[in-house]
């Protein structure tokens, strides 16, 4: 029996099939390689999930978009399915803005597509990615999972809370275990180019500016890879009981949503002076208005996941910034 990873040659999913990969699990990755950023990137990281002797002959990896039904279903026939971890998603807020059909396709068809196959599979785990952005701009902090999410402020957490909603209605249909996880800000090694982190890495680097938002009056629960990654293995590792009893965010069907974030929120220019240390640089800062669909400042509450699942973040910016820059510096040779 086999782990299916959506979203697999993208940074989450990358990286999931590594640590599964690593304690000895067959995986089958799944991704469509789209071209919303570098699609060599996606293909390095397959690359380096395929070059471990230790694990090539537990991985395999198909070309398919899920947002296609029939094509999804008939390519993974054949294929023992236990779990399902759902991270392929058209990603990002801007984006949203001008290419909504993309969101509509892939995060909304394409979840309903997924949850049919873990229905018709009767899969043991159905683990989804949500995301911090279905808070919108909420005047609450730390955002808590038991915290109203009706009023979305893009396209994109539209979808994310939508998958919510249908995933509910399929746990309490078909009795389905779903965990909903909300991720909050991640980076760190094989992260994505169209997030703050990279760009400003990049940016610093080249010795070009770089755009602050909002005037830089900005906070983010900025979260390192690996603690994101060990928030997955854990939910995937305890699916919800169907016992009747209300879970964190409060369904008492079997279906549960956590945040996955840091539980801090770092000041904009306290990522950027981190980032110009562990380069080396100075930054050139171009600051400019708030941008239609993003939130001022995003904080996770995560007592849910610490007190189900002993979910604890370890890595606060001064030690992840450092990893990630001499990542970034290995993989572009600068």
Not at 8 to 34: K, P, S
Not at 140 to 147: G, S, Y
Not at 296 to 310: E, H, M, R, W
Request: aromatic letters at 10%; proline letters at 5%.
């Amino acid at each position: 029996m086999a782990i299916l990873v959506t979203g697999a040659a993208g940074f989450i999913g990358y990286h999931t099939c590594r640590q599964l990969l690593g304690r000895g699990e067959h995986v089958i990755g799944i991704d469509n390689l789209n071209d919303y950023y570098p699609v060599k990137l996606k293909q390095d990281r397959l690359a380096d999930l395929s070059s471990d002797v230790r694990h090539a002959d537990r991985f395999k990896f198909l070309e398919i978009d899920f947002s296609e039904a029939r094509a999804l279903k008939d390519r993974l026939a054949g294929f023992d399915i236990e779990k399902i971890v759902h991270l392929g998603a058209q990603a990002g807020v801007r984006y949203s803005l001008s290419n909504p059909a993309a969101y509509v396709q892939s995060n909304l068809s394409g979840h309903v597509n997924m949850l049919e196959i873990a229905r018709e599979r009767r899969v043991a785990h159905f683990v989804y990615a949500s995301s911090s952005s279905v808070y919108g701009q909420t005047g609450e902090l730390p955002f808590r999972v038991e915290n109203r999410t009706d009023w979305p402020i893009s396209l994109y957490a539209a979808t994310k809370r939508a998958d919510e909603l249908i995933s509910e209605s399929y746990a309490h249909l078909f009795r389905l275990p779903q965990t909903g996880l909300r991720f909050f800000t991640v980076y760190g090694p094989w992260g994505r180019p169209d997030m703050a982190v990279w760009m400003f890495t990049d940016n610093i680097l080249k010795g070009e500016a770089i755009t602050l938002f909002n005037q830089g009056k900005m906070q983010r629960d900025f979260t390192y890879i690996d603690d994101i990654i060990s928030g997955v293995i854990a939910a995937l590792d305890a699916p919800p009981p169907d016992d009747g009893k209300q879970k964190p965010g409060g369904s008492h069907s079997p279906h549960r949503i956590y945040n996955i974030g840091n539980n801090r929120s770092e000041q904009l220019e306290t990522l950027v002076t981190t980032i110009e240390t562990a380069c080396g640089r100075k930054a050139v800062r171009d600051y400019q208005p708030m941008q239609p669909g993003d939130v001022t400042a995003t904080y996770a509450d995560i007592s849910a996941i610490q007190d189900d699942l002993g979910y604890r973040p370890t890595t606060p910016i001064s030690m992840g910034i450092p990893r990630w820059v001499e990542w970034f510096r290995t993989y572009h040779r600068v």
